[in-house]
């Protein structure tokens, strides 16, 4: 097995845009709102961001090697594609140090908003995997993969792009409508994924909200949650936060609504679990698409 398969099967290259994209709407929003735009700064969060939520994909690999060792499971990636523990901790630690340092460097560049959101954000990663109660076995795994990924990378874009300004009053609630699709679009991956291993999650003591509230009860939050990011964006555009162009993302409904019935009626982590993150990356992608255009022209 190639070295480069077998890396992306470690920090699931593929999901990269569910940080991607909060990162670039955080740019749009200064871009578009605050008229404020600075390229390096962009750069450096993007790329720290990035390499953060790979690392974080690798640490969630690692821990479930661990509950799964010796077993087979879909979720026994290290083993599956023959990695051995060393090397996803060396993984793990070369890219959180990497992501680490360009973070430093943005908080000497642009101050110490970014240093308190990125210790938050480093926490909310470690612990959703690890130490003695991962929140990933909690019913609040959702709420936190979606404040801090879509609020907290959308808020950091935002700032060191804007941090030089004087009149910032009202940012961090400002950020928090433009951040709704990205908070319910990114929670809702974590949800369709506790939802589709609702049967094998009790085994491993993780008592996620679906535990709870039952396959019914949780589907029904994943569909209302889609309903929500919609309601973001039209309330981020009445408001001016974003160009009024941006309403074209509404023409994406009848799509996002076809796939979250093919996931609701038949929630399958082999099959259908692959339209949360499509449904996902229409939204959040047309958003920033559609509003970076309207920036340019």
């Not at 845009?17 to 749009?28: A, D, E, H, Y």
């Not at 589709?196 to 679906?210: F, M, N, Q, W, Y």
């Amino acid at each position: 097995m190639s070295l480069l398969k077998k890396a992306n099967a470690l920090v699931q290259a593929k999901a990269v845009v569910t940080s991607l994209m909060p990162c670039l709407l955080g740019i749009l929003f200064a871009a578009s709102y605050y008229h404020s735009f600075q390229l390096a700064n962009s750069l450096m969060i993007t790329i720290s961001v990035v390499a953060f939520h790979l690392a974080v994909n690798a640490h969630n690999q690692y821990k479930d090697y661990e509950h799964f060792k010796g077993q087979d499971s879909h979720n026994n990636i290290l083993k599956n594609f023959a990695i051995t523990p060393r090397q996803a901790r060396t993984v793990i630690v070369g890219l959180a140090l990497f992501s680490m340092i360009i973070g430093l460097i943005l908080v000497d560049r642009t101050g110490q908003p970014v240093l308190w959101f990125g210790i938050v954000s480093f926490a909310a990663g470690y612990f959703y995997s690890g130490g003695p109660y991962p929140i990933s076995k909690t019913p609040f795994g959702e709420l936190i993969s979606g404040l801090t990924m879509g609020y907290n990378i959308t808020y950091l874009a935002t700032y060191v792009n804007m941090y030089q300004l004087i009149d910032v009053r009202g940012m961090w609630y400002k950020t928090l409508v433009v951040a709704i699709p990205a908070i319910f679009t990114i929670s809702n991956i974590m949800l369709a994924n506790n939802i589709a291993d609702r049967h094998e999650d009790p085994s491993l003591g993780r008592k996620t909200i679906v535990y709870y509230w039952g396959k019914k009860g949780g589907v029904l939050l994943w569909q209302v949650s889609f309903v929500m990011a919609y309601i973001g964006i039209l309330a981020a555009v009445i408001l001016g936060y974003l160009p009024t162009a941006t309403l074209l993302v509404m023409l994406t409904i009848p799509i996002v609504w076809r796939n979250t019935q093919r996931f609701s009626r038949h929630p399958k982590k082999e099959t259908t679990f692959l339209y949360s993150i499509i449904n996902a990356q229409i939204i959040l992608v047309t958003t920033v698409v559609v509003g970076g255009l309207a920036l340019i022209f």
